[in-house]
T-cell receptor
Framework: AQRVTQPEKLLSVFKGAPVELKCNYSYSGSPELFWYVQYSRQRLQLLLRHISRESIKGFTADLNKGETSFHLKKPFAQEEDSAMYYC?????????????FGRGTQLTVWP | ETGVTQTPRHLVMGMTNKKSLKCEQHLGHNAMYWYKQSAKKPLELMFVYNFKEQTENNSVPSRFSPECPNSSHLFLHLHTLQPEDSALYLCASSQDFTGGLYNEQFFGPGTRLTVL
């Protein structure tokens, strides 16, 4: 069963517009959620994690257990935000360190 | 070189060939991972090694054989692959994994594999 759903494969916004990348998950235990990002010709890297409750590059994400969501938001998108974004879920009940990734959303920010 | 390195970056092989992918991390981590990234599926975990011990084999076919001789090196031996195995193979490492505590995973650039 797919544990992480990113409903939008592609998302385009204009510079300065707000952006929200959606992520929904299914997990019965206590999940740990992450956003990873892959910029063009760069490797996949961690953007932020829910337990840190921090803003990275202007992005924030709040874990909503009621809606089982972990949407990534930024109030004013920049061209350099164009990248592939992956939502990932960690199984706190596991001893294996497994991460479940969504299919990813390609964000394009137009000038 | 720092971080996680992978060689080769590109590999083309026939179905009867035997080849190996190599991953090396210079971060002092104890956990290493192999992932498969194909166009039609999400990033899929294949294997996990924690302190050189394999802790996860995600129902991967036996034509993929991992090897972790030490905490810094991870190999993926390939033999009699199928065209559908063509994908980007990513290696990652993290500090370690102690149940319930996730450390950031650092990814390599990947090996683009094409099976003819």
């Amino acid at each position: 069963a797919q544990r992480v759903t990113q409903p939008e494969k592609l998302l385009s916004v204009f510079k300065g517009a707000p952006v929200e990348l959606k992520c929904n998950y299914s997990y019965s235990g206590s999940p740990e959620l992450f956003w990873y990002v892959q910029y063009s010709r760069q490797r996949l890297q961690l953007l932020l994690r829910h337990i840190s409750r921090e803003s990275i590059k202007g992005f924030t994400a709040d874990l909503n257990k009621g809606e089982t969501s972990f949407h990534l938001k930024k109030p004013f998108a920049q061209e350099e935000d164009s990248a592939m974004y992956y939502c990932a879920l960690g199984d706190r009940g596991s001893t294996l360190g497994r991460l479940y990734f969504g299919r990813g959303t390609q964000l394009t920010v137009w000038p | 070189e720092t971080g996680v390195t992978q060689t080769p970056r590109h590999l083309v092989m026939g179905m009867t060939n035997k080849k190996s992918l190599k991953c090396e991390q210079h971060l002092g981590h104890n956990a290493m991972y192999w992932y498969k990234q194909s166009a039609k599926k999400p990033l899929e975990l294949m294997f996990v090694y924690n302190f050189k011990e394999q802790t996860e084999n995600n129902s991967v076919p036996s034509r993929f054989s991992p090897e972790c001789p030490n905490s810094s090196h991870l190999f993926l031996h390939l033999h009699t692959l199928q065209p559908e195995d063509s994908a980007l193979y990513l290696c990652a490492s993290s500090q370690d994994f102690t149940g319930g505590l996730y450390n950031e995973q650092f990814f390599g650039p990947g090996t683009r594999l094409t099976v003819l």
